[in-house]
């Protein structure tokens, strides 16, 4: 763990006891120790970030941001960015190329929200005409990023032919505004911080290339890359936007792979014994219901003040762990989680316990975990 996350006990929360299980809970202090160590990494150059909302998905963290001078940002979904409008945002992209009836929806909200500069991506010439056919009827104009795929191979478009087309067709369709290139290498996550710089800059070579040249006729041309892994790549190159997310709640997966990354952990999960079936066995309320469970189960939740254990086993409701302290635990005790993945396990919840000098003190909610709010 890095040292930020080492100090004994800080975790503990005094009246754990008004709170239900399996819960979140948030540590604003360290929540504002992320917000404020990502604005230094960039110099406090906030025009540079456009932190992805899809980790925390709740309305008073982007407040707080707000608050810090943060007021860019990306999101994966309608509701996440209606959310973020919501709250006060200024720019905000939605990085999710859109289909069927989520074009309407995005129309809907840039009417809504009219002093908001909105932009989507597209990675296909299709696609941009169905985007620009739709803005049209609507006398409205889209503000695009073209999506390229630099090796991660989950969408947007490679360099060459194909990249070199679509740019000259969204030059001549009236209704799309093209805003610049994004980039995601959320691939590139080698422990080695000088490693994966290398692979990140190197994934970046031929739209490097690109960037310059259309930037020559457009000063105001911009590079959006990357995600938390690649962030302290990207923030060395005055040029790209960058758009952390995880960072913001922090989790045991980056933790232990990001190393340079003095981020600290700000959400935990709280759960308790709710059974000890034989000797040495103990059983959670800590099913795949509350903890993201994508990952093997040895890779799921980090315990803070629980020793030589192992998760046998996850249900619905249940997680099943093997523990040498078994005759000293009793049925009721609380437990303290790291998740393996933050961003995932808060979409699992309503809202979250907010932490503020080891009491909890209000109950924010995770608005945006819903695909729909209003539009």
């Not at 959320?186 to 990140?200: C, I, P, T």
Request: aromatic residues 8%; neutral net charge; hydrophobic residues 40%.
């Amino acid at each position: 763990m890095t040292q930020g996350n080492l100090a004994s006990n800080w975790y503990l929360i005094n009246n754990v006891s008004e709170m239900d299980s399996p819960s979140i809970a948030l540590y604003k202090d360290r929540l504002l120790f992320n917000i404020q160590k990502m604005k230094t990494m960039v110099d406090n150059d906030v025009f540079r970030l456009m932190p992805h909302v899809k980790t925390n998905k709740m309305p008073k963290v982007i407040a707080e941001m707000i608050s810090a001078g943060i007021t860019k940002f990306k999101a994966s979904t309608i509701a996440e960015a209606e959310m973020a409008s919501q709250e006060g945002a200024t720019t905000l992209l939605l990085a999710h190329q859109l289909v069927g009836p989520k074009i309407g929806r995005f129309i809907t909200l840039m009417q809504q929200y009219p002093n908001i500069e909105f932009s989507t991506l597209i990675d296909n010439v299709a696609s941009a005409n169905q985007l620009n056919k739709i803005a049209l009827n609507a006398n409205l104009q889209c503000n695009i990023f073209i999506d390229i795929n630099n090796g991660m191979d989950r969408s947007g478009i490679e360099t060459g032919t194909g990249l070199d087309e679509l740019i000259l067709e969204i030059k001549i369709l009236k209704s799309l505004h093209f805003k610049g290139l994004h980039v995601y290498d959320g691939h590139l996550r080698n422990s080695d911080f000088q490693e994966r710089k290398m692979e990140v800059e190197q994934g970046l070579k031929k739209i490097n290339v690109l960037y310059d040249e259309l930037k020559k006729d457009n000063p105001n041309f911009q590079l959006i890359c990357g995600g938390t892994p690649s962030f302290t790549s990207h923030l060395l190159e005055d040029a790209r936007v960058c758009s952390p997310g995880t960072c913001l709640l922090w989790d045991w997966g980056y933790d232990d792979k990001l190393v340079e990354q003095k981020f600290k952990y700000a959400a935990l999960l709280i759960t308790r014994v709710i059974s000890k079936p034989k000797k040495g066995i103990i059983t959670l309320d800590l099913g795949h219901k509350a903890v993201s469970a994508e990952n093997p189960i040895h890779n799921r939740v980090k315990f803070l003040n629980l020793c030589d254990y192992e998760l046998l086993s996850q249900s619905e409701e249940h997680g099943v762990l093997k523990v040498k302290n078994w005759d000293e635990i009793v049925v009721g005790d609380v437990f303290y989680g790291i998740p393996y993945h933050i961003c995932p396990t808060i979409n699992l919840y309503d809202e979250v316990s907010v932490i503020e000098n080891g009491n909890k003190i209000d109950t924010w909610q995770i608005t945006a975990r819903k695909r729909k709010i209003t539009i």
